[in-house]
């Protein structure tokens, strides 16, 4: 897989204007921009590019691959505060190589992963937050619980004590019409079962539709081409 990365100058000129765009949106519907993280999206992109991001005050990064997250946190392991994020659809067999590395996972999408994850994590003596991934659209290419499994994984997560139930997540169709009706969706399900108390974090919104998202609640926002470029 080809890594690659923009001038250092570029880069950091990216991640400002995400985060004016961050701000700008959350102060245009009455929020407090300290409320909608940012992780930069860093899957297929070096480590030399996740480092001068990093150098420009980014700590949170994500990563879609297992073998890809392994690679990068031994290469990065010397930047003590980096904050790995697990966004791409998650294997069972794939569990223990993300659960020695990640501190968030935002795909936890099956009562049998929450388990596997539950189990590896432990076996690392860490403690994983762990996010419902629930699939809003119909395209095959997606991944989730469907909503009305929700309840049932909501359980199993919160059933394993190296887990943290953290919140919900979903990958949005690419039209933002469609968009904003599943980030609104997502938002009512977090009503539905349990409200912010239960399920703080929302993540939801990219590079082509975080300011719907975070209109629509977005406590996260999953930022990769806005900032590294292209893959």
């Not at 995400?18 to 102060?27: D, F, M, N, Q």
């Not at 290419?141 to 190296?162: Q, Y």
């Amino acid at each position: 897989m080809a890594l690659q990365g923009a001038p250092v100058s570029e880069l950091v000129a990216r991640l400002q204007g995400v985060r004016a765009r961050i701000e700008s949106a959350a102060r245009a519907c009455g929020r407090d921009p300290a409320h909608v993280k940012l992780v930069a999206v860093s899957k297929t992109h070096s480590a030399t590019a996740i480092r001068e991001v990093y150098g420009a005050g980014q700590r949170a990064f994500g990563e879609s691959y297992a073998q890809e997250l392994h690679d990068k946190a031994a290469q990065l392991a010397d930047l003590a505060d980096v904050e790995w994020h697990f966004i791409g659809h998650l294997q069972s067999n794939k569990a223990k190589v993300v659960a020695a590395h990640a501190r968030v996972v935002h795909t936890v999408d099956s009562e049998s992963l929450a388990r596997e994850l539950g189990k590896r994590a432990a076996k690392e003596s860490r403690v994983i937050e762990a996010l419902a991934e629930v699939k809003l659209s119909h395209e095959p290419t997606k991944h989730g619980a469907r909503p009305e499994e929700l309840e049932p994984l909501l359980v199993a997560i919160e059933r394993e004590p190296s887990l943290r139930l953290r919140g919900l997540m979903t990958m949005p169709p690419p039209d933002p019409d469609l968009a904003r009706g599943a980030f609104s969706t997502l938002s009512s399900l977090r009503n539905l079962h349990g409200g912010a108390a239960r399920l703080p974090e929302l993540s939801m919104g990219m590079t082509a539709d975080l300011e719907i998202a975070i209109a629509c609640g977005a406590t996260v926002v999953r930022v990769g081409t806005a900032i590294f470029g292209e893959r």
